[in-house]
């Protein structure tokens, strides 16, 4: 077998530009699973909807960190934020791993050409887009876009526009505060989601043309984030009064008073109050806005599929969605992500791939699991390159979804005092242990939760199911320990 290896490998590489398959990877910003596929009565999203049924819909896949910058690091690099010590915004990873090989670079050294259109590495806060990636320059989008100037305080720079364009980053209390909505008689190009399908249309109608190059083409949607900006008819296809707030606005009983949050982002938006508070009725106005944001975007990702088909490039094109994070919707009295919580790191995941059976699957997923992934999927070498990567291939789970690969997912969140929340994830529980890294584990704090019988995390059960947690800390004890940000390390 040693010996064909090597022959196996040449042959994939010979492979003619027509042979090799095409790689659209679809990510989504600050979207969970609140989609018609998954459930969900009230969701607007026929184009996920139908996306979905045409491959793999993972059921229990997660997110490696709640924040849009790691959990980018996460996808791209194969890598989870407690490898690269990477937690925040505004780090870059090359600081953590210099000659890293991305995912997009992967490819583009296997013959292909790699370009993005929208968000896919985070740019922001201080941090920029990686042109190592990409064989053309990055298209960002506008994540905060105003059409009326008097939802952005008369046309200043806000405090979120601020950051998203890395203006004025230490002065971000000074600039006023943005609009949290906005809708308008305005076509789906008003916003940026909408200008970027056009220009990923054209990006497959240029890339139907190049014969001779496989494509890899990162489309980046902004939207459900904040500010939940889209045309009015989006906002139109609900009944507010249907919207329902969460059933459980408290944090669990018994957890540590540091692991949730209170405002943050949210509060850099008007009406919100400046402590994060947010009203019943101002509560069910943002729910509208997520979702109407989402169906929103639905329709723009139903614009590049209905285009993917009509050059006839499906057949042929290996197809990724993917949120990048859960998002909080009042549960626990807390709106964003930033947390351990289920709302936070539970994301949705399709992969449709050619000869592939379409369905759905209980395999716990994590993020990092798709650069290996889309490597065999696509037929390379597995990647030897300089970051760990932390993934497993799904490739089993795709040719049979009751195969199982893993027995948990893992993600993590950091805190003050240099804590790193380091949880995993089975079908029943989660395990959150909180502790410094490098410290002992017995001396740490723990949260346990089961989802079979309290599935909104009411009551932190650590201390009343003992064997539990000593059953999931054996599990835990199997992944590395965390590694501290190497800012710090600097320190």
């Not at 505004?90 to 050294?109: E, H, I």
């Not at 220009?199 to 949607?221: M, N």
């Amino acid at each position: 077998m040693k010996r064909l290896l090597p022959i196996l490998l040449a042959f994939v590489s010979s492979l003619s530009a027509a042979e090799k398959p095409n790689v659209l990877l679809i990510c989504v910003d600050d979207l969970k699973p609140v989609l018609g596929c998954y459930g969900d009565q009230l969701a607007k999203t026929p184009n996920l909807d139908r996306l979905a049924a045409r491959g793999m819909r993972f059921d229990l896949a997660y997110c490696n960190q709640a924040v849009c910058a790691a959990s980018r690091n996460n996808l791209l690099l194969g890598s989870r934020s407690t490898s690269l010590g990477i937690y925040d915004l505004g780090t870059n990873f090359r600081k953590a791993v210099p000659d890293a090989v991305t995912l997009p670079q992967y490819f583009m050294k296997n013959g292909y050409r790699a370009e993005a259109v929208g968000k896919i590495l985070h740019t922001g806060h201080g941090n920029v887009d990686d042109t190592a990636s990409w064989s053309v320059p990055t298209v960002i989008p506008k994540v905060i876009e105003y059409l009326d100037p008097k939802d952005s305080a008369n046309g200043q720079l806000t405090r979120e526009e601020a950051f998203f364009t890395n203006q004025k980053l230490g002065e971000i209390g000074k600039l006023p505060r943005g609009n949290a909505w906005e809708s308008m008689e305005v076509s789906d190009e008003g916003y940026s989601d909408g200008r970027t399908a056009t220009e990923i249309i054209k990006r497959l109608q240029a890339a139907k043309e190049r014969k001779d190059t496989p494509f890899f083409i990162g489309c980046g949607f902004v939207k459900p984030h904040l500010p939940f900006c889209a045309p009015q008819k989006y906002w139109d296809l609900f009944d507010p009064s249907k919207f329902q707030l969460a059933t459980n606005q408290k944090p669990p009983e018994d957890a540590p008073p540091y692991a949730g949050k209170r405002g943050g982002e949210i509060s850099n938006f008007e009406p919100v109050k400046p402590n994060g508070d947010v009203d019943d009725e101002l509560a069910r106005k943002l729910i509208h806005g997520y979702y109407a944001a989402t169906s929103y975007m639905d329709a723009q990702l139903g614009r590049v599929i209905e285009e993917l088909d009509r050059l006839d490039l499906s057949k042929n094109t290996i197809i990724v969605l993917w949120g990048d994070h859960g998002w909080h919707l009042g549960d626990h009295g807390i709106w964003t992500k930033h947390t351990n919580y289920e709302q936070a790191n539970h994301i949705p995941l399709f992969i449709i791939a050619p000869g592939m059976k379409p369905g759905s699957t209980k395999q716990l997923a994590e993020t990092v699991d798709i650069y290996p992934t889309l490597t065999e999927l696509a037929g390379l070498p597995k990647p030897e390159v300089p970051q760990p990567i932390d993934g497993l291939s799904l490739v089993p789970v795709l040719k049979d979804p009751s195969v199982r690969i893993r027995d948990c997912a893992t993600h993590a969140f950091p805190r003050g005092e240099g804590r790193i929340g380091r949880a995993i994830r089975t079908e029943r529980y989660r395990l959150v242990e909180w502790k410094k890294p490098g410290t002992p584990s017995d001396d740490a704090d723990f949260e346990l939760y089961d989802y079979q019988t309290d599935p909104t995390e009411t009551r932190n059960l650590a201390k009343s199911q003992p064997e539990v947690v000593k059953e999931l800390r054996a599990m835990l004890a199997r992944q590395p320990e965390a590694e501290p940000n190497p800012t710090s390390r600097r320190k």
